[in-house]
């Protein structure tokens, strides 16, 4: 897996690729805590997990996916 990380002046974005070039997991970090959506994937590119952080907590609604891509599981925080 290959790790890429996009630096603004306020925000880091963490990509994780898998070794076919698939993008298995965006982050996004803030002051050095998870800030933003998540989002993870199969690795065939169907999504696994979608989210939000805020100040490291996850907030609102988490989807959780199988891999065709139907939601199986909602959760709100």
């Known amino acids: ?3 890429r990380i996009t630096k603004t002046k306020q ?3 963490v990509v994780i690729v898998n ?3 698939t ?3 965006e ?3 803030q002051n050095d805590q998870l800030n933003g959506p998540i989002k993870v994937f199969y690795d065939n590119g169907q999504p696994r997990l979608q989210g939000q ?3 490291n907590a ?3 609604v988490w989807k959780h996916f199988d891999p ?3 939601v199986v599981l909602e959760e709100t925080f």
Do not use: T
């Open 1 to 3: 897996m290959k790790e």
């Open 11 to 13: 925000k880091d974005k």
């Open 19 to 21: 070794n076919s070039g």
């Open 23 to 25: 993008v298995i997991r």
């Open 27 to 29: 982050r996004n970090f």
């Open 53 to 55: 952080y805020k100040n």
């Open 58 to 60: 996850r907030i609102g």
């Open 68 to 70: 065709e891509g139907k």
